[in-house]
Structures are given as C-alpha cells and as structure tokens.
C-alpha cells in the first residue's frame, strides 16, 4: 500500500513563498512520475506540476516562472517550491504519484494567498 502526505501549506500573503512537500511510503517503484494538482472551491482539480524519476518536468502555464517541482529519489519524496504567489493560487493542492496503470493520491494541504 502507497501513502502520501503532504505538508507545507498555509496562509500567506501575495507575492511571499511556500513550500510544499510530500513523502511517499510504501511500494514506490520507480520509474514513476510524481505531481501536484491543486483544487480551488467550485473548480476541477488542475496539474499544477509533475517531475518524472529521470528528472523532467512539466508545469502549467499559470505557474510558469514562478513554481519549481523536484525530487529526491532516496527520500521518495517530491517538492514543490512556489514563489510570487497570487490570491488565484489559493486552492486545496494534492500530491499524487504514477507508475504504468496505479494512480496514488494524498489528502490535500491548503494554501490560502491573500491580496
């Protein structure tokens, strides 16, 4: 069984910084595919970012510039670093990690940014 738990989320103030980790435990294979998404209240959830084990990345283009996804393999654990942040950032952000057809999710941990 795979557990993820994220942490690093809370209340700031537009233009600072956090930084959100998640630690995977459990059967994690790799070559696998770790990620965040993020939902805010009344939309679907969205990637924010996603950092394969070889290291690629991929961002949407709202968070360009601004967010960086890494990795630490030996740790099995996956980081997102956020600067600049917006009020329109604010959402609940998930961690999630992907190998061939298995989909693992975390609880979710807040952000909130506020203007």
Do not use: H
């Not at 998640?22 to 970012?49: D, H, K």
């Not at 030996?74 to 956020?82: D, E, F, G, P, R």
């Amino acid at each position: 069984q795979v557990q993820l738990v994220e942490s690093g989320g809370g209340l700031v103030q537009a233009g600072g910084s956090l930084r959100l980790s998640c630690a995977a435990s459990g059967s994690i294979f790799r070559p696998n595919t770790m990620g965040w998404y993020r939902q805010a209240p009344g939309n679907q959830r969205e990637l924010v970012a996603t950092i394969t084990s070889g290291g690629t990345t991929n961002y949407a283009d709202s968070v360009k510039g601004r967010f960086t996804i890494s990795r630490d393999n030996a740790k099995n654990t996956v980081y997102l670093q956020m600067n600049s942040l917006k009020p329109e950032d604010t959402a609940v952000y998930y961690c999630n990690v992907v190998r061939l057809t298995r989909t693992y999710w975390g609880q979710g941990t807040q952000v909130t940014v506020s203007s």
